[in-house]
């Protein structure tokens, strides 16, 4: 059996390893990440909105499941780790010219949308998997 406490621990490492992982694909020269574009077109939305509302996502869900319960009110917690990470967004794309790809206000408004859900599904999941009686 798991403490929660462990639990929040695996998740912070895994929420700054993806971090990490998300910071270096989104910064990699445009040419060498295409074929992630090419692989989600299913012609509801443009495939690299796709990518970083997903991609977005999981950092949230992540960050949720990490940081989601470490404040007494539920509402405090959410608010700040969403203004953390909707920075961590705008940096991100901020950024990106250095490297030789390109700002997008639109990729920014996905990050932030992938962001809010993932975080909501994260701290939601954080607080059910935390609950006493829980096997």
Known sequence: MTSPSHSRKTFAI??????????????????DVQFLARAVDYGLLDPDKLLHLAAYGVLGLLAGLAY???????????VWL?????????????????????ADVSDLICDILGNGIGL???????RWLSRPGLP
Do not use: C
């Open 68 to 78: 989601g319960d470490r404040w007494r009110k539920p509402s405090s917690g959410a």
């Open 14 to 31: 895994w929420f700054w390893v993806y971090g990490m992982i998300l910071l270096i694909a989104t910064h990699a020269p445009a040419k």
């Open 82 to 102: 969403f203004t953390l990470l909707a920075a961590w967004g705008i940096l991100d794309e901020l950024t990106q010219p250095l490297f030789g790809r390109l």
């Open 120 to 126: 909501a599904a994260g701290i939601f999941a954080s």
